[in-house]
């Protein structure tokens, strides 16, 4: 089994900038798809963001397409979200995730499909 740790969460204004990481451990996630959620009190879980197992492909929410950033180095069992232009609705907890066996995948949106998740890091940006 994988274990994943999320790190980089904070308080930050309208406009700045945080870089989440993701820190896995027991089992290396080289095979695996990964995927950054987020979810705000009352709503549901929603994707953000999502790479494929070689990092060689990328996919977005389109409320953060452009300002987020997904990468991955799989030689640290790491992987990254990088936000910019953070807007108060970006405000939830983010949890990252893996999905084994994802080679057939067509999608990488929904959270049923990650078999692996982090614990969760608050990220509050203020108005």
């Known amino acids: 089994q994988v274990q994943l740790v999320e790190s980089g969460g904070g308080l930050v204004q309208a406009g700045g900038s945080l870089r989440l990481s993701c820190a896995a451990s027991?089992?290396?996630?080289?095979?695996?798809?990964l995927g950054w959620f987020r979810q705000a009190p009352g709503k549901e879980r929603e994707f953000v963001a999502a790479?494929?197992?070689?990092?060689?492909?990328?996919y977005y929410s389109d409320s953060v397409k452009g300002r987020f950033t997904i990468s991955r180095e799989n030689a640290k069992n790491t992987m990254y979200l990088q936000m910019n232009s953070l807007k108060p609705e970006d405000t939830a907890v983010y949890y990252c995730?893996?999905?084994?066996?994802?080679?057939?995948?067509?999608?990488?949106?929904?959270?049923?499909?990650?078999?692996?998740w982090g614990q969760g890091t608050q990220v509050t940006v203020s108005s």
């Open positions: 995730a893996a999905a084994f066996d994802s080679n057939y995948f067509t999608t990488y949106k929904f959270a049923g499909q990650y078999d692996y």
């Open positions: 027991g089992r290396t996630f080289s095979s695996a798809a």
């Open positions: 790479i494929n197992r070689l990092g060689g492909s990328t």
